[in-house]
């Protein structure tokens, strides 16, 4: 998983429920250039947004990080997804980390 690719498919989600970057943002209480900054594959959302985020776009977590719909996940996808996850978690600390030196 990558950034751009889990821009590409919230952007693809975001217009297949006929929503508006705005109208997402205000669902997960961000800013509409903080969901057109994900879209765009400019970092990853908040962790604790995923629940809230996959939410909205009708489908599951695992489903939104492994940017793919499925109905059954076999237990190797299973696995990948978790692995991708803690990669995920590692990327978003690092962010975090670097954003809080930026005076």
Same mark, same amino acid.
């Given at each position: 998983?990558?950034? $751009?690719?889990?821009?590409?498919? @919230?952007?693809?989600?975001?217009?297949?429920?006929?929503?508006?970057?705005?109208?997402?943002?205000?669902?997960?209480? /961000?800013?509409? $250039?903080?969901?057109?900054?994900?879209?765009?594959?400019?970092?990853?959302?908040?962790?604790?947004?995923? %629940?809230?985020?996959?939410?909205?776009?009708?489908?599951?977590?695992?489903?939104?990080?492994?940017?793919?719909?499925?109905?059954?996940?076999?237990?190797?996808? /299973?696995?990948? @997804? @978790?692995?991708?996850?803690? /990669?995920?978690?590692? $990327?978003?600390?690092?962010?975090?980390?670097?954003?809080?030196? @930026? %005076?």
């Amino acid at each position: 998983m990558n950034a $751009k690719d889990m821009g590409m498919f @919230i952007c693809k989600l975001r217009k297949e429920t006929n929503m508006t970057q705005m109208e997402l943002a205000q669902q997960l209480h /961000v800013t509409d $250039k903080s969901v057109s900054r994900r879209e765009r594959g400019i970092g990853y959302p908040d962790i604790q947004l995923l %629940p809230a985020l996959s939410e909205s776009l009708h489908v599951s977590v695992a489903e939104l990080i492994s940017c793919k719909k499925s109905l059954n996940y076999s237990d190797e996808e /299973v696995t990948n @997804i @978790i692995h991708n996850l803690d /990669v995920y978690k590692m $990327k978003s600390f690092r962010q975090d980390r670097k954003a809080d030196k @930026i %005076p």
